[in-house]
């Protein structure tokens, strides 16, 4: 099946600094990809949604100012946390979607982000 | 897109059939049924989705009532590898996102 992977797997960093999360899709080109984050102990929940050449879309009570999702290409999308604060450690993951189909969608590995 | 009703956690022996239940009595006619599962710690897997007639493929069946307000996703011999986080999903399919609720904890017991 297609894969997706994400880097860094884990990340430590200080309080008010940014980290940017990287999500590839290895062998398919994604026509959108998308931006979960899950709290421990609790489902994942949609942040955004973006295609290839065009703003994300996001979703209702994310910031988009903090939150930075850049998708360059059809083979990457980046998500940058800016001015981290202890509240945003969670698990990010990203999904790439090959086609129109739900079932079309892969899942990356995840990032554990821990802030500081 | 409809809701989805699961129970919260579930346990079957090893080399067991698990019978995952999930209720979605709002569902329309242009909605799919979707199941994907999480191994802790790691992003979700597809697994299985239907419409109307049951399916079945290398991981799993899906049974699907004949009046579409619930399904079973059926496990024919669970692994302890099998023990994740599973989510049933409805919807419409094209152009539409993945929802996640809070899905069932199954357990696979040695």
């Known amino acids: 099946g297609a894969v997706v992977s994400q880097h860094p797997s884990w990340v430590i960093c200080k309080s008010g600094t940014s980290v940017k999360i990287e999500c590839r899709s290895l062998?398919?080109?994604?026509?959108?990809m998308f931006w979960y984050r899950q709290f421990p102990k609790q489902s994942l929940m949609l942040m955004a949604t973006?295609?290839?050449?065009?703003?994300?879309?996001?979703e209702q009570g994310v910031e988009k100012d903090k939150f930075l999702i850049n998708h360059a290409s059809l083979t990457l999308s980046t998500l940058t946390v800016t001015s981290a604060h202890p509240e945003d450690s969670s698990f990010y993951i990203c999904?790439?979607?090959?086609?129109?189909?739900?079932?079309?969608?892969?899942f990356g590995p995840g990032t554990r982000l821990t802030v500081t | 897109d409809a809701k989805t009703t699961q129970p919260t956690s579930m346990d079957c022996a090893e080399g067991r059939a698990a019978n995952l239940p999930c209720n979605h009595s709002?569902?329309?006619?242009?909605?799919?049924v979707y199941w994907y599962r999480q191994i802790h710690s790691q992003g979700p897997q597809y697994i299985i989705h239907?419409?109307?007639n049951n399916e079945t493929n290398e991981m799993a069946s899906l049974i699907i009532t004949e009046d579409r307000k619930s399904s079973t996703l059926i496990l024919p011999h669970a692994t302890l590898r099998d023990t994740a986080v599973y989510y049933c999903?409805?919807?419409?399919?094209?152009?539409?996102?993945?929802?996640f609720g809070k899905g069932i904890t199954l357990s696979v017991r040695p």
């Open positions: 709002t569902i329309s006619g242009n909605e799919y």
């Open positions: 062998d398919f080109q994604a026509t959108t």
């Open positions: 999903i409805v919807a419409t399919g094209a152009n539409s996102k993945l929802t």
């Open positions: 973006s295609n290839e050449g065009s703003k994300a879309t996001y």
């Open positions: 239907g419409l109307k």
């Open positions: 999904s790439a979607r090959t086609g129109q189909g739900l079932f079309e969608q892969y």
